[in-house]
């Protein structure tokens, strides 16, 4: 997970990106507005939470939080010593997941970034999942090969979504019921077959 930190205080930034890297985060700090705009625009794709400073000394962290939530749905949180309730709304309303005035303390922050993350990863879906020359429209619950419909059980779907979205990955017999279980939200038989 990468994390980037945009916070012109070096002795907060050092100490948040030493923690967040002990907390196996990968972490890109910024030290203000400009530079953080540099590297929204060559690595959004890579950056899976934000982590602002309101007052930068070339702008503010809503301007920033603003040109995230135009190019990607990814979380920000804000991090300021301005913690009037009409700042905090403001930050919130533009599409902040969350505001933690200084000082904070750092397991506090780092469970709010946890949860965050959580919630975002659920709720992460893709429509259409692609390998090859097979399409999974995950909307409609059908698979193509080909431009052609491939029919499936419900069972059969199920497990071929979660093998899709764990490609390269070798998932024990365990893994594949919990991922049933998960998907579905019903009760899985534990007596299912082997897959060929």
Not at 110 to 128: D, E, F, G, M, P
Request: net charge negative; with cysteine.
């Amino acid at each position: 997970m990468e994390i980037l930190i945009v916070e012109d205080d070096k002795t907060i930034a050092a100490g948040l990106e030493y923690s967040l890297q002990n907390e196996q985060f990968s972490t890109i700090l910024c030290c203000d507005a400009s530079s953080a705009k540099k590297i929204l625009q060559e690595q959004m794709a890579q950056i899976d939470l934000c982590l602002f400073d309101l007052s930068l000394p070339d702008g503010s962290g809503y301007d920033l939080c603003r040109l995230v939530k135009a190019h990607k749905d990814i979380p920000v949180i804000f991090l300021t010593a301005i913690d009037d309730e009409v700042n905090v709304v403001m930050g919130l309303d533009m599409g902040a997941d969350d505001y933690i005035t200084k000082p904070f303390r750092i397991r506090e922050l780092i469970s709010r970034i946890n949860t965050i993350l959580r919630r975002y990863q659920k709720h992460a879906v893709k429509v259409n999942i692609e390998i090859k020359n097979i399409l999974i429209n995950t909307l409609e619950g059908k698979v193509y090969k080909n431009g052609e419909e491939i029919l499936l059980t419900a069972m059969e779907y199920r497990l071929f979504l979660i093998f899709a979205n764990h490609i390269g990955q070798v998932l024990s017999r365990n893994q594949l019921l919990e991922q049933m279980w998960d998907v579905t939200g019903d009760f899985v038989n534990d007596n299912t077959g082997h897959i060929s």
